[in-house]
T-cell receptor
Framework: NAGVMQNPRHLVRRRGQEARLRCSPM?????VYWYRQLPEEGLKFMVY????????ESGMPKERFSAEFPKEGPSILRIQQVVRGDSAAYFC???????????FGPGTRLTVL | GENVEQHPSTLSVQEGDSAVIKCTYS??????FPWYKQELGKRPQLIID?????GEKKDQRIAVTLNKTAKHFSLHITETQPEDSAVYFC?????????????FGKGTHLIIQP
């Protein structure tokens, strides 16, 4: 029973490049959440998606960041024109919705040079 | 929006002693409060959670208490062991409010001294 999968686990980008992070939810889960964790800090909510719908993107920067969860395939968090401040661990979580437990993936550690 | 404060930021206890971590939240509509444990370089893992219709929940050496009136909840770990060393995060969420992302505290680094 595979848990939440994320890839890549580590991603290095130069300033100005694009970063594409993928998340496959746990089997049976249709709700996906993305969080960002800066070094030595807690997790900050970014965006909540269901299949083909963005439900809440209140925590996501308005520029350069976008997210999708297509009908087929993983959820993708896309960061355009990355800057050094985007360096962080990006975690996704999945659940069956509401207050059901959110299970986290292993994270993608993005380093911007 | 919701705001979660967590204290202390670092807690050092002797092996075998108890550890208590406290959190307060601001939104009285929040109704679900999970606790996650995160080891260095690993994913956050749920260790216990509580919903607003109960005041206390226990699972072996771990317990959580919730005071809705005061808007605070606490994690209690008894008979601490070396493997309890990690960063612990509390979180709050208001389900059904249209914003179902967890709001996390800043974390408590728990150190178990041998």
């Amino acid at each position: 029973n595979a848990g939440v999968m994320q890839n890549p686990r580590h991603l290095v980008r130069r300033r100005g490049q694009e970063a594409r992070l993928r998340c496959s939810p746990m089997k049976g889960h249709s709700h996906v959440y993305w969080y960002r964790q800066l070094p030595e800090e807690g997790l900050k909510f970014m965006v909540y998606l269901q299949k083909e719908n963005i439900i809440d993107e209140s925590g996501m920067p308005k520029e350069r960041f976008s997210a999708e969860f297509p009908k087929e395939g993983p959820s993708i968090l896309r960061i355009q024109q990355v800057v050094r401040g985007d360096s962080a661990a990006y975690f996704c979580a999945s659940s069956t919705g509401g207050t059901d437990t959110q299970y986290f993936g292993p994270g993608t550690r993005l380093t911007v040079l | 929006g919701e705001n979660v404060e967590q204290h202390p930021s670092t807690l050092s206890v002797q092996e075998g002693d108890s550890a208590v971590i406290k959190c307060t939240y601001s939104d009285s509509a929040s109704n679900y409060f999970p606790w996650y444990k995160q080891e260095l370089g690993k994913r956050p893992q749920l260790i216990i959670d509580i919903r607003s219709n109960v005041g206390e929940k226990k699972d072996q050496r771990i317990a959580v208490t919730l005071n809705k009136t005061a808007k605070h909840f606490s994690l209690h770990i008894t008979e601490t062991q070396p493997e309890d060393s990690a960063v612990y995060f509390c979180a709050a969420i208001q389900s059904g409010g249209g914003a179902d992302g967890l709001t996390f505290g800043k974390g408590t680094h728990l150190i178990i001294q041998p």
